[in-house]
């Protein structure tokens, strides 16, 4: 697979034989989520949708500093928890959905060693059953 900067990405590093997410994915995904704001910042582009928002928005609705926020995307972006668009001059930001259901999908694989023990995780414990229940746009 090839990156929009055009260098060579190797998705074995990423996803197993069966296209599923490895542990140490997860855990870079989880990290990146593990600070107030850049959950907060991802929260609110997972709320906002596909078409997201500019990042000046999202720094006013969270009070987070240019520089600041800056980081924090930059960060969410790198992992690949969101993704940038540039129109005009300004850059918007939405949440890679994908990646967000592949995070979920591999957090409650085979949860409760496949007992029906959450119900909301049963509801949603396949990325068929999660995608099916998503509002169609």
């Known amino acids: 697979m090839t990156s ?54 999202i720094g006013e609705k969270l009070g987070l500093a240019p520089a600041t926020l800056s980081f924090h995307l930059a960060h969410l972006s790198r992992v690949g928890l969101i993704k940038g668009k540039q129109e005009s001059r300004f850059i918007y930001y939405s949440a890679d959905y994908g990646a967000m259901d592949d995070l979920l999908a591999f957090l409650t694989h085979n949860c409760c060693q496949g007992n029906a023990c959450l119900p909301k995780t049963a509801a949603t414990d396949t990325t068929a059953k999660r995608r099916s229940q998503s509002p169609k746009t």
């Not at 296209?19 to 907060?40: F, I, V």
């Open 4 to 57: 929009r900067h055009g260098t060579v990405i190797d998705l074995k590093l990423y996803f197993d034989n069966n296209g599923n997410m490895e542990t140490l994915n997860a855990a870079e995904l989880l990290a990146a989520l593990g600070h107030e704001s850049r959950l907060a910042v991802f929260r609110m582009l997972v709320e906002a949708g596909p078409e997201g928002m500019n990042a000046s928005a």
